[in-house]
């Protein structure tokens, strides 16, 4: 079977709707900015709401979730794994970084 | 299942794409892995300074970065209206979407200029920043000037497959393409602008 038979049409109210999210959930980034809150809530909760973002993006304008699941599953869990990786690695070493200087 | 036992006798498309997107895909992927290690040395530098500069002030940087955010994210709808304008085979209304989201490209790239040179005036170089810890210019001109490079590259690569699609040397196939690499370029200014801006806003 062709890409091209499978290709199903979508109607631009879809598209709409995810853009209007996407606006919707950069506001309440630019919102958080200005509350006082502690430096790893803040980071946990913008991290938490641009990963939303980009799965949005990833799966309706990137068309991901209309694909063949087996592309999702090629793509998506090795690059998490090498993010996770780096982070692993990386950030244990930059904490101590912090505590040397500190003391 | 019988279709899984032929896939090995080759002739069989795995994933039903055709091989511009599944390149384009892949190529995505390892440019992910460059922004996700540029990003991650970033908040290394960054959690090991306890004293990071925050200048960002309401006006002018966090309100232009968030009008061009506005822009890149309404530059994505028009670049999925052409891509299914392409599809429906209707050439000159997918060239009119793919001018304005080369339009909006261009107002992200006019406006973080725009606040480039207000930094630069200020003083902030790769090298040294009024405010301390002088690895906060290296890090915010890399990662943004990296970030503007692909948004440089994306219009270019819009403005030749507009043309090349309106004179009928490209196929609704390519346009599709085109767009996966701007939707890329939109995706990663979801990460840089909250953890470079939005993370060192002047309370």
Redo the contacts between chains.
Sequence with gaps: ???QA??K??G?RL??IV?GW??AL?AV??F???E?LP?TT??VL??G??IV??AL??AY???LRF??R??AL??VP??LI??IL??VF??P???R??EW??S | MAGQATLWSGGE??????SK?LGM??FI?SD??TF??LL?AY???R????RWPTPFE?YPA?TFS?IM??CL??S??T???AV?AA??GQRSRSVQWLGATMLGGLAFVVLHANEWMHLIHEGVTPFKNPWGVPLFGATFFTLTGLHMTHVICGVLYLGVMALGFGRGKFTS?DV?VS??YW??V??VW??I???V???S?K?
């Excluded at chain 2, 498309?13 to 055709?18: H, L, V």
């Design positions: 079977m062709s890409a499978e290709h049409e979508h631009s598209y709409l853009w996407l606006l950069t980034e630019v958080l900015a200005y006082k430096l803040m980071l913008l991290m709401l641009s973002k980009a993006i990833i304008f990137m068309h694909e063949r087996s592309l090629t793509l090795p690059l090498c993010i780096l982070m990386f950030f070493d930059s904490l970084l912090l200087r500190s | 498309s795995p994933y039903a794409i055709n997107k895909w892949l992927i992910a892995l996700s290690v991650v908040s290394y530098v959690m090991s300074n306890p309401m966090i968030t955010t506005f994210l309404s994505s709808v670049m999925v209206m299914a599809h429906r196939q599709e767009g996966l939707h890329f939109d995706l979801m990460f602008f909250p953890l801006y939005l993370m806003t309370m």
